[in-house]
T-cell receptor, first 112, second 112 residues
């Protein structure tokens, strides 16, 4: 399973767009990119996922590069409640071994 | 309400005293997994299960056992807990190998 690399921490001003990068250079064709976030010590929460096309939902947008080796999660108008640790993982979408590697994620701090 | 329920939420125990952390989901999910979270190490997968009677090791399975006798339950068993198993534990489930993960609220375990 492909591993991901994320910056340890980032800051963003409230009301601005937060752009969180993720590298997954060893991703294979059948692996999707998923994003989760964890607020304090609560259980992580699903945000969005994608394969190769850009995706958008009510929480965020996901931009995946054409070669699929990296992606960016965009929170369009960050609020203080978006302060959390954000995890980028890859997951195969067919039956088989489902060992998932979360890594340490990016600690995003939204400043007033 | 769709949820993943873990019990106990908090537990202080002593070295060697067998304990079980239960995990139950009410969404008829096939995939379930356990993670531990330690400062600076992010989320690490302990075990996962693709379906009833099908389990496999994650990245840090040593000292843990699991069972999947029923689809809804996936207990984590510590046969002889040690202080290095002091951690925050999360159970998660997804519809199958493709779906978003739903996490429980976490179980904070302290082994003295």
């Amino acid at each position: 399973d492909a591993k991901t690399t994320q910056p340890t921490s980032m800051d963003c001003a409230e009301g601005r767009a937060a752009n969180l990068p993720c590298n997954h250079s060893t991703i294979s064709g059948n692996e999707y990119v998923y994003w989760y976030r964890q607020i304090h010590s609560q259980g992580p929460q699903y945000i969005i996922h994608g394969l190769k096309n850009n995706e958008t939902n009510e929480m965020a947008s996901l931009i995946i590069t054409e070669d699929r080796k990296s992606s960016t999660l965009i929170l369009p108008h960050a609020t203080l409640r978006d302060t959390a640790v954000y995890y980028c993982i890859v997951r195969r979408r067919f039956q088989g071994a489902q060992k998932l590697v979360f890594g340490q994620g990016t600690r995003l701090t939204i400043n007033p | 309400e769709a949820q993943v329920t873990q019990n106990p939420r908090y537990l202080i125990t002593v070295t060697g005293k067998k304990l079980t952390v239960t995990c139950s989901q009410n969404m008829n999910h096939e995939y379930m997994s356990w993670y531990r979270q330690d400062p600076g190490l992010g989320l690490r997968q302990i075990y996962y299960s693709m379906n009833v009677e099908v389990t496999d090791k994650g990245d840090v399975p040593e000292g843990y056992k699991v069972s999947r006798k029923e689809k809804r339950n996936f207990p984590l068993i510590l046969e002889s807990p040690s202080p290095n198993q002091t951690s925050l534990y999360f159970c998660a489930s997804s519809l199958d190998w493709t779906g978003e993960l739903f996490f429980g609220e976490g179980s904070r375990l302290t082994v003295l």
